[in-house]
C-alpha cells in the first residue's frame, strides 16, 4: 500500500493502525493531495489516526497547492454540506480553492451550493460572508441574489453597501476577498499577505474608505443629537466586522486621509454624548485597535493613546492598556511607517517645557525621557506641591506624555533593527533631517553605527554621536544601518573599542552583535541546521519568547498530536520564513520541558512556500534568524538554571550543556567582558580563560561560565549555587549593551571577589565544603 492509500485509509477506516508522525508527503501527487484533502475534511473523528494523517495533509497543503479531479471537487461541495449539517465549521474557502484549482471542465456544484446557502443563513452568526458570496455565484445569479438579500437583512447599511460591492466582483477577486474572512470559530486571522489582494481591489478600496466615513459620520451625527444615543448601540455586530476590514485595507495602503478620519470616529466610539461612562460602541473602538495590531500606522497610535486617557469608562483604559502594548510591537514591525515620528511639539534639542503657575516641568529626552521641575530657572528635587494641588492634570499629561515617548523610541529601535533583513537603505537628505535631525529620533539615531555611500559602491561608516560632523553626501545619497557581517574584523574590533572607551550604549546591540555563518556541519545537512538541537528548555519560556520576538507556534501539551510543533517567523519583508522545530518533553514539577530540534529555511513561491538549501539563504537573513533561536534556547534552557536539581536525563543534559562551548551570544558576552574587566575595581581579582571568567576570592578561586552564568570552584571542580538577587557591583559598571546574562556574571563577579563579606550561608556553606 503506498503512503497516498494508507493515508486515506486512516481517514476513512476507524480501525486503522497509522501511525506515522514523519510522512515524506513529496511522494504524493497533487492531484492525490487533493483528494486526501477532501477526505480529511470529512473526518468526523479525532482518534490518533485519523488525527495525524489530517495533521500531515494539512501541512502539506500549506507548501505546496492540491490540484482537485472535478469529481474531488464536487465532492468538497458535498462534504461541506454534510459538516454544516454537522454543525462543525465548514470553511468555504477550501470548496473555492478546489474550484480554482480543478484539473478539468468544473462539475455543476449548484445543488450542494444552494444547500450551502439555505444552511448559512438559517444560523445565528452568518459566517464567511465574502467566501458565501463567491460560492453562491457558482449557482448562478438567482443564487448570489438571494445570498445578498439574506446578508443584508437587517445588517446595517454599511454591510448592505459592502453586500453589494463583493456581489458584484469578479470571481478571482471575491475569491481574494475570501481570504480576507475574519469569524474562524478557531480565532484563526487572515495571513498578511491576503489583505494585499483586497487593498488592490478598486472596488472594494472605495468602499473601505466609504465605510470609514459613514462610520465616522454616524458618531458625529450622534454626538450632534440627530440620532438618539444608545450605549454600544451605534452599529450592528456586522457593520463592526465590515468596518474593521475596511480599516486594515486602509491602513494596509496607509491612506494620507485616514489620521484625520480616525480622529473624528476614536473620541465618536469611545465617549458618549452625555456625561454617562458608557460608550457608543465599546465594539467599534476595540475592533479599529485589532485593525492597528494587523497594520499600525503612528498617528493611529496616537490617536489610540488620545482616546485611552479620555474615555470615561472604568475598564476601557485598562484592557486598551494591554492591546496598545500589541499595536507598538506590531509597529516596530512595520519599517516602512514606523519611522514615521511626530515631534510632539519637543525642540531641536528634545526639550518640552510646559508652565505649571510659577514652575515649569521640563521633558527632556536623552537615552529616555526624563521629567524634571524648575522655577525661575533653578532645578527642584521633585514635583512641588503646589503643582500637585493646583495642576493635577499637567502633571498627569507630562509623565503620559514621557511614557508616550520611551515607547516610541523603543518601537523606533525596533523597527531599525528589523530592517537589518531586508537590507533598508534611506535617501541621506530625509535621514538627516527625518532621522539623525528629528527631536526624538535623534537619540536613537545618533547612537547607532550608519553607513553613508559617498560615492557609487563606496560606504563609509560613521557614528554621529562620536562624530564632529556627518560626511558630505548628496540627499540621495543612500545610508543603511551598519552590520558585523559586512565589516572585517578589524572594524569590529575598532567599534567595540569606541564605544567602550566613549561610554555609549547602543539602543540595540549592534557593534557587539552577534553574527552566525554557515558551518560545514550545515554544508553538509543542507536542507537544515542542528546548531541548536538537542537542548532542553523551559517550554512556557519558550512560548512566551516566541511571542515577544514575532515568532509563531502551536502549543505543545501531553494530548494527540501535541508532541511536536515548529515555531515561524516571516523575514525579509516576507520573502523568507524560518522553522524552529522543537518536541513536547515531559513535566519537571509544575514546568513543562521542551526539546529542541531542526532549523529550516523557506522562501516565498507562488503556490506558498518552498523549502530551500541553507546555502541559498542571505547572510544576513540566516544570521538574524540564527541569532533568535540562540535566544530562545540560551535564555530557556535548563542549563541555565542554578535550581535544577533533577535527576535523569535532564540532570544529565543539564551538567553536559552548562559549561559547554560557548555559542556566538557568549561569543560577544566575552568579547564585551575583555573591556569591561580592566575598568572595574575588583580587575586585578578577575581573569578570562577560554569560556569563563575566572574571579580570585580570599577562600576560593571561582570559574563562571559565561555562557550560562553557572559557577564551579577551585580547586575540585565543585559546584557553587548562587539564585540570582539582582545584586548591582557598585551602579556604575558601564555596559555597552542591555544583557541580562552579563549584569548577572558581573554582579556574581563582585560577590565572589569579596567572598570573606558573605552572609548568605547557603553560599558560605557551599564555599566552605571541600569534597
Known sequence: MNLADRLMNALTDPDSTYDDTSADMSRISDEELGALVVAANDVATWIRPAAL???????????????????????????????????DFADLTLGLAAVQHCTGPLPDVSEPVRALLELRLAENKVRQPYALLAVAGLAGEETLRRAVEGLSRDAGPIVADETAVVAGLSRDEQLLLA????????????????????????????????????????????????????????????????????ARVALLRDEPWLPELFDRLLPGVAIAPTAARTLPSQAMLYEVVRAAQDFPTPELVTAIRTVRRNVRHAGVPKQLDKMIKKVEAALAERTDVALRLPRLDFDDEGVLRRAAGDYTAVLTVTESATLTWEKDGRPLRSTPAPVRRDHPALVREVRELGK????????????LEGGFTVDTVHPYGWWRTELAGHPLARTVVRRLIWEIEVAPGDWRAVLPEAADELPDAPADARVRLWHPLRADADAVRTWRDLLTEARIRQPFKQAFREIYRLTPAEQE?????????????????MFALFRARGWSSGRLGPWDIGDETDAERVLAAGEWRIRFFHSWADWAGEDELAATDQVRFDRRAESGWREVPLAEVPELVFSEAMRDVDLFVGVTSIAADPDWTDRGPERAYWERASFAELTESADARRDALERIVPRLKIADRCSLDGRFLVVRGELRTYRIHIGSANILMEPDGAYLCIVPARQKSDGKVFLPFEDERLS??????????????????TIRRQIGRRS
Open 179 to 246: 481570504g480576507i474572512d475574519r469569524d474562524h470559530p478557531f480565532g484563526t486571522p487572515p495571513p498578511a499577505d491576503a489583505w494585499r489582494g483586497s487593498a488592490v481591489t478598486s472596488a472594494y478600496v472605495a468602499f473601505a474608505r466609504r465605510a470609514l466615513e459613514a462610520a465616522a459620520d454616524r458618531t458625529d451625527a450622534i454626538h450632534a443629537g440627530v440620532i438618539p444615543y444608545r450605549s454600544d448601540k451605534a452599529f450592528t455586530d456586522r457593520e463592526v466586522l465590515a468596518v474593521g476590514q475596511a
Open 53 to 87: 494523517a489530517r495533521a500531515a495533509v494539512e501541512r502539506a497543503a500549506e507548501e505546496r497547492q492540491p490540484r482537485y479531479t472535478p469529481e474531488a471537487c464536487r465532492r468538497m461541495f458535498e462534504v461541506l454540506v454534510g459538516r454544516t449539517e454537522r454543525e
Open 404 to 415: 508616550r515617548v520611551d515607547a516610541q523610541l523603543v518601537t523606533l529601535a525596533r523597527a
Open 525 to 541: 545537512t543542507r536542507g537544515y541546521s542542528n546548531r541548536f538541537a538537542g537542548h532542553l528548555v523551559h517550554y512556557r519560556r
Open 744 to 761: 548577572l556574571i558581573l554582579s556574581k563577579a563582585f560577590l565572589l571577589a569579596a567572598d570573606t563579606e558573605i552572609t548568605d550561608e
